[in-house]
């Protein structure tokens, strides 16, 4: 044991087309939204579920970022959970008060080619997060403080010889029995599927759905946990002379009546894509897409029509009335209560004045008073969207340092209304806190030298559904 307290103390501080396309016809409905019931947490406050990414020689070398807004120091457990039969012990760390603790999670797991975590703290004021290094990018996903019995990822690409794309499906199980899982895709090329994939207790399986569905523009996966829970996340890559870019994006758990997407943007060069699935067997869902400005403006909504098992793909360029808005936050809501699965793509070609790269991020269910934004680099801005037909929110957003937190900006957001802030001013490293009077959602975009980043940010709060916000 003394050489793995070594080793902890060393590693301290080291997101086609109308096939799939909206039916935006004219509808006459009168149907009641019904809320969907935010899931109860699996374990206790302060246990997170990281999916996690490749060792240190893989496409997506993965470290964890413990983020400890409270004044004093706390106590992590990292228990490392691997793609082998192997067991590696757990590791406690230290997490700094008021300021970020990076641990290298691949160097926890020598040898192992695909690694994630359970980590575990007695301290609310902890978040964690996951970093993610490889040859086409970075990138940062939330870990997560909930499991589930049918996860989606929106959207992939397995063009490996002519667009340099790669995705892999990562699942993982934290809990002592296995789990069984049926898995479908529906691309471009045509449906596929495995039926009856058995992922083992506190292990990751991943599946590389380049093999699986080979030469696919558009892959949308749904897993369906026949037996058991798992969380996961898609790693994509893409690596051409025009795209180049890394993009590891949390599996979208269950899916809402009501979710938010912080940021959509339709700047010159960014093309972004709107993704809504339709889990349901036998019920057509009927979405609108609301837009929510600064309050600047006033949009209509875009409506449509998803059919059971299907995607519709809203390619946001084309949408002629969203050109003028730069910038704004979507609300999806399902008019006829049928639980959808919303995220966002965004991909930024070479040869633009902005940095290339590909990001993607699932819609937003939750809401909360209290949320933590870590940001990097000197390209940052942070999203924050009140969903509530009618209640006002005071917003502060508080820097935490080591000297402790102090409010660097407040101002009130009006029901249904978005704004944006830039990060630049924070300085490289910020971790940021936005507290609210009325339940907000937080989103962040990271913009570095050569790769582009979007996620949420990590709720420190009791949250609430966003259906349920009044």
């Given at each position: 044991?003394?050489?793995?307290?070594?080793?902890?103390?060393?590693?301290?501080?080291?997101?086609?087309?109308?096939?799939?396309?909206?039916?935006?016809?004219?509808?006459?409905?009168?149907?009641?939204?019904?809320?969907?019931?935010?899931?109860?947490?699996?374990?206790?406050?302060?246990?997170?579920?990281?999916?996690?990414?490749?060792?240190?020689?893989?496409?997506?070398?993965?470290?964890?970022?413990?983020?400890?807004?409270?004044?004093?120091?706390?106590?992590?457990?990292?228990?490392?959970?691997?793609?082998?039969?192997?067991?590696?012990?757990?590791?406690?760390?230290?997490?700094?008060?008021?300021?970020?603790?990076?641990?290298?999670?691949?160097?926890?797991?020598?040898?192992?080619?695909?690694?994630?975590?359970?980590?575990?703290?007695?301290?609310?004021?902890?978040?964690?997060?996951?970093?993610?290094?490889?040859?086409?990018?970075?990138?940062?996903?939330?870990?997560?403080?909930?499991?589930?019995?049918?996860?989606?990822?929106?959207?992939?690409?397995?063009?490996?010889?002519?667009?340099?794309?790669?995705?892999?499906?990562?699942?993982?199980?934290?809990?002592?029995?296995?789990?069984?899982?049926?898995?479908?895709?529906?691309?471009?090329?045509?449906?596929?599927?495995?039926?009856?994939?058995?992922?083992?207790?506190?292990?990751?399986?991943?599946?590389?759905?380049?093999?699986?569905?080979?030469?696919?523009?558009?892959?949308?996966?749904?897993?369906?946990?026949?037996?058991?829970?798992?969380?996961?996340?898609?790693?994509?890559?893409?690596?051409?002379?025009?795209?180049?870019?890394?993009?590891?994006?949390?599996?979208?758990?269950?899916?809402?009546?009501?979710?938010?997407?912080?940021?959509?943007?339709?700047?010159?060069?960014?093309?972004?894509?709107?993704?809504?699935?339709?889990?349901?067997?036998?019920?057509?869902?009927?979405?609108?897409?609301?837009?929510?400005?600064?309050?600047?403006?006033?949009?209509?909504?875009?409506?449509?029509?998803?059919?059971?098992?299907?995607?519709?793909?809203?390619?946001?360029?084309?949408?002629?009335?969203?050109?003028?808005?730069?910038?704004?936050?979507?609300?999806?809501?399902?008019?006829?209560?049928?639980?959808v699965a919303v995220a966002l793509e965004r991909r930024v070609a070479t040869g633009n004045e902005t940095v290339p790269g590909t990001s993607a991020l699932p819609a937003v269910d939750s809401a909360a008073t209290r949320w933590v934004a870590a940001l990097d680099g000197d390209q940052a801005t942070i999203q924050?969207?009140?969903?509530?037909?009618?209640?006002?929110?005071?917003?502060?957003?508080?820097?935490?340092?080591?000297?402790?937190?102090?409010?660097?900006?407040?101002?009130?957001?009006?029901?249904?209304?978005?704004?944006?802030?830039?990060?630049?001013?924070?300085?490289?490293?910020?971790?940021?806190?936005?507290?609210?009077?009325?339940?907000?959602?937080?989103?962040?975009?990271?913009?570095?030298?050569?790769?582009?980043?979007?996620?949420?940010?990590?709720?420190?709060?009791?949250?609430?559904?966003?259906?349920?916000?009044?």
């Open positions: 044991m003394g050489a793995l307290r070594l080793l902890a103390i060393a590693i301290i501080g080291g997101l086609v087309t109308l096939g799939v396309f909206a039916d935006q016809r004219e509808r006459d409905l009168d149907v009641p939204v019904v809320p969907t019931v935010l899931g109860t947490p699996d374990a206790a406050v302060g246990t997170w579920f990281c999916t996690g990414g490749s060792g240190a020689l893989g496409v997506a070398s993965v470290g964890l970022d413990l983020i400890n807004v409270g004044d004093e120091p706390a106590t992590v457990e990292i228990i490392p959970v691997r793609d082998d039969d192997i067991v590696d012990d757990r590791v406690e760390v230290v997490a700094v008060a008021s300021d970020r603790t990076v641990v290298n999670l691949a160097e926890l797991a020598p040898d192992a080619a695909w690694v994630g975590a359970i980590v575990e703290t007695g301290s609310a004021e902890i978040v964690v997060e996951q970093t993610f290094d490889g040859l086409s990018g970075t990138d940062r996903a939330p870990c997560a403080t909930n499991t589930a019995s049918i996860l989606f990822a929106a959207d992939g690409a397995t063009r490996r010889l002519s667009d340099g794309e790669e995705m892999t499906l990562l699942l993982m199980n934290p809990f002592r029995e296995d789990a069984v899982a049926d898995i479908s895709f529906d691309a471009d090329t045509g449906p596929d599927s495995r039926e009856a994939v058995v992922v083992p207790a506190r292990r990751i399986l991943a599946i590389d759905v380049t093999e699986e569905v080979t030469v696919a523009s558009r892959v949308h996966t749904t897993v369906n946990v026949v037996s058991g829970r798992l969380v996961g996340h898609r790693v994509q890559v893409r690596n051409s002379p025009i795209l180049r870019g890394l993009a590891v994006t949390p599996l979208t758990q269950r899916g809402a009546v009501v979710s938010v997407l912080p940021s959509v943007r339709t700047d010159l060069g960014l093309f972004d894509r709107i993704h809504v699935t339709n889990p349901s067997v036998d019920e057509v869902a009927e979405v609108d897409l609301e837009i929510v400005t600064d309050g600047s403006v006033t949009l209509d909504p875009v409506e449509l029509t998803v059919r059971p098992g299907r995607t519709v793909v809203v390619d946001v360029a084309t949408e002629s009335r969203l050109a003028t808005t730069r910038e704004f936050s979507v609300v999806a809501r399902s008019l006829t209560g049928v639980p924050i969207v009140n969903p509530s037909a009618e209640a006002i929110a005071t917003v502060e957003l508080l820097s935490v340092t080591p000297a402790g937190a102090t409010v660097v900006q407040s101002f009130e957001l009006g029901a249904g209304r978005s704004q944006v802030i830039d990060g630049a001013a924070f300085g490289q490293r910020a971790v940021i806190v936005v507290e609210a009077s009325a339940p907000v959602v937080v989103g962040r975009e990271i913009v570095g030298l050569t790769s582009r980043q979007m996620q949420s940010a990590v709720l420190l709060g009791d949250p609430v559904s966003v259906a349920q916000v009044p």
